[in-house]
């Protein structure tokens, strides 16, 4: 058994890893690296997440892998108000939640003799450890290739789309984000509690609505597809559109969504680019939903012509005195405008070598990680999560580094059962 780990980051995933070792008897010495402004909490579930609700049902939020009620447990001794299993609770809870148990985390440490550390300062020691966690969570997003530099290195180009400067947005001229998926919807809703009610455009590749959770309680008979390349899966999806309601239909994508990363590992190359290009937002859509409360804001944004969700691609971005002038086509025209900033919410980066994170450089340079095919993270095992290199220590990665291994490896179900993972696999080292 490894006798030094660290984990680099203390956000969800971090924090886990810890748990799970001290809960299946790691005895030796536990480092965590993490610059984040709270013990525990990265961007999703900080305490500024106000009002923002969770994307996910209270009975599938749950940190442990083994005690699927823990979470709605929580909520029914510390929330009682909004403790129903189906309901979707604020995000700032969930941080109370994750607080909660990082301080039952370390006093179950120190029960257990277990020696903790926890370093704010960048990791560089990589000699001094037998284990290393790359918990390292969501990078921002790619700048676009549009943007020249003195665009994307103005204040007017917000491309940190958790911590947006607000104080360089202004209410005279319209706002551009560019992406529609969840953070879209995040960053229109901050918005306007922030105060800025003046219109917004939203331009993606395929400009698809996100999707609500159903509200009804229904229950579908888990069907499997016969066969799992891509082509079957597509028409295997698309006979289950066609023969069932929205609501059945979406239920039956989160009955098999658990077995997504076993479809992708088998995907061959050339289906994997297929579906990076042409299905990924597709299938993010059915996927990613967001609670009918939040859904029913959205339609009156739209409705009321304040959100405007374009389809098309971004032309041109130049920087006009204290505002963008932007150009995008869409509907096969071309659209100019000036706008008060432009928001980047096209999601994470996932290419290793684009990543800016100074661990992750430092160990493409050195060689102990390296990109998967796709590039979207880090070469992986695929069942024991450690990564496949000469390093001379082990090294494991979760959540978003193992997109690539994965696909499905985001949302807390799956970070809870790789963290376990993680910990097994740590304990079982000679
Ligand atoms: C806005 C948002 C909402 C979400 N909502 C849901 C939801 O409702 N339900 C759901 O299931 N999932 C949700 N997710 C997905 C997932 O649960 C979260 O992304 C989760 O917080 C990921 O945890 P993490 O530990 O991997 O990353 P993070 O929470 O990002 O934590 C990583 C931490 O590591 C630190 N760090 C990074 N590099 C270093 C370094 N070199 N040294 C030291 N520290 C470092 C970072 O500063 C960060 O604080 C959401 C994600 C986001 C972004």
Same mark, same amino acid.
């Given at each position: 058994?490894?006798?030094?780990?660290?984990?680099?980051?203390?956000g969800?995933a971090?924090?886990?890893v810890?748990?799970?070792?001290?809960?299946?008897?790691f005895?030796?010495e536990i480092t965590?690296f993490?610059?984040g402004?709270s013990?525990?909490l990265?961007?999703?579930?900080?305490a500024?997440s106000?009002?923002?609700?969770?994307?996910?049902?209270s009975? @599938? %939020?749950s +940190?442990?892998p083994?005690?699927p009620e823990?979470? !709605?447990?929580?909520?029914q001794?510390?929330?009682?108000? $909004? =403790?129903?299993p189906?309901?979707?609770?604020?995000?700032?809870?969930y941080?109370?939640?994750?607080?909660?148990i990082?301080?039952?985390?370390?006093s179950?440490?120190?029960?257990?003799?277990?020696?903790f550390?926890?370093?704010?300062?960048?990791f560089?020691?990589?000699?001094?450890f037998?284990?290393?966690?790359l918990a390292?969570?969501?990078?921002?997003?790619?700048?676009p290739?549009e943007?020249?530099?003195?665009?994307?290195?103005s204040?007017?180009?917000?491309?940190?789309?958790?911590?947006?400067?607000f104080?360089?947005?202004?209410n005279?001229?319209?706002?551009?984000i560019?992406g529609n998926?969840?953070t879209?919807?995040?960053?229109?809703?901050r918005?306007?509690k922030a105060?800025?009610?003046?219109?917004i455009?939203?331009?993606s590749?395929?400009?698809? @609505? %996100?999707? +609500?959770h159903?509200e009804?309680?229904?229950?579908? !008979?888990?069907?499997q597809?016969?066969?799992?390349?891509? $082509? =079957?899966?597509?028409h295997?999806?698309?006979?289950?559109?066609?023969?069932?309601?929205?609501?059945q239909?979406l239920?039956?994508?989160d009955?098999?969504?658990?077995q997504f990363?076993?479809?992708?590992?088998?995907f061959?190359?050339?289906e994997k680019r297929t579906f990076?290009?042409r299905?990924r937002h597709m299938?993010?859509t059915?996927?990613h939903?967001?609670?009918?409360s939040?859904?029913?804001m959205?339609?009156k944004?739209r409705?009321?012509?304040?959100?405007?969700?374009?389809?098309?691609k971004?032309?041109s971005v130049?920087?006009?005195?204290d505002q963008?002038?932007?150009?995008?086509?869409?509907?096969?025209?071309?659209?100019s405008?000036?706008?008060t900033?432009?928001?980047n919410c096209?999601?994470?980066?996932t290419?290793?070598?684009?990543?800016s994170?100074?661990?992750?450089q430092?160990?493409?340079k050195?060689?102990?990680?390296?990109?998967?095919?796709?590039?979207?993270?880090?070469?992986i095992h695929?069942?024991k999560?450690?990564?496949l290199?000469?390093?001379?220590?082990?090294?494991?990665?979760i959540?978003?580094?193992?997109?690539?291994t994965l696909?499905?490896?985001?949302?807390?179900?799956?970070l809870?059962?790789?963290a376990?993972?993680?910990?097994?696999?740590?304990?079982s080292e000679?």
């Open positions: 058994m490894p006798k030094k780990i660290a984990v680099i980051g203390g969800f971090g924090t886990m810890i748990r799970q070792l001290i809960d299946q008897g005895k030796g965590r993490h610059h402004d013990e525990t990265g961007p999703a579930y900080r500024d106000g009002d923002l609700l969770l994307n996910v049902r009975e @599938n %939020m +940190a442990f083994d005690d823990h979470f !709605v447990r929580f909520l001794h510390e929330h009682p108000g $909004i =403790s129903h189906r309901g979707f609770v604020p995000r700032s809870v941080g109370n939640y994750l607080q909660s990082w301080t039952e985390t370390k179950k440490a120190k029960q257990n003799l277990v020696r550390d926890l370093k704010q300062e960048e560089n020691h990589f000699k001094d037998d284990s290393l966690v390292t969570g969501n990078e921002q997003p790619r700048i290739k943007l020249p530099k003195e665009v994307y290195q204040p007017y180009y917000h491309g940190n789309p958790w911590n947006i400067e104080n360089h947005i202004h005279e001229h319209a706002i551009f560019l998926g969840l879209m919807v995040d960053t229109v809703l918005l306007r105060g800025f009610h003046q219109k455009i939203s331009l590749t395929h400009g698809f @609505n %996100m999707l +609500a159903p009804e309680e229904l229950s579908v !008979v888990p069907t597809p016969k066969q799992t390349d891509l $082509i =079957s899966l597509i295997f999806f698309n006979q289950k559109r066609k023969k069932r309601s929205q609501a239909f239920l039956g994508v009955t098999l969504r658990s990363s076993f479809w992708w590992q088998g061959t190359p050339k990076l290009k299905l299938w993010g059915v996927r939903r967001i609670p009918s939040i859904a029913k959205m339609d944004e409705a009321s012509g304040q959100l405007e969700v374009c389809a098309g971004l032309l130049e920087l006009h005195e963008l002038a932007i150009r995008f086509e869409s509907s096969k025209q071309v659209i405008g000036h706008y900033g432009l928001i096209t999601g994470p980066e290419s290793i070598e684009n990543m994170n100074p661990i992750l430092e160990l493409i050195r060689r102990w990680i390296t990109s998967d095919e796709s590039s979207q993270g880090i070469e695929p069942e999560l450690y990564v290199s000469e390093a001379p220590m082990s090294i494991y990665a959540g978003n580094l193992c997109k690539g696909w499905e490896s985001t949302a807390i179900g799956e809870r059962t790789q376990k993972l993680i910990a097994k696999g740590i304990l000679k």
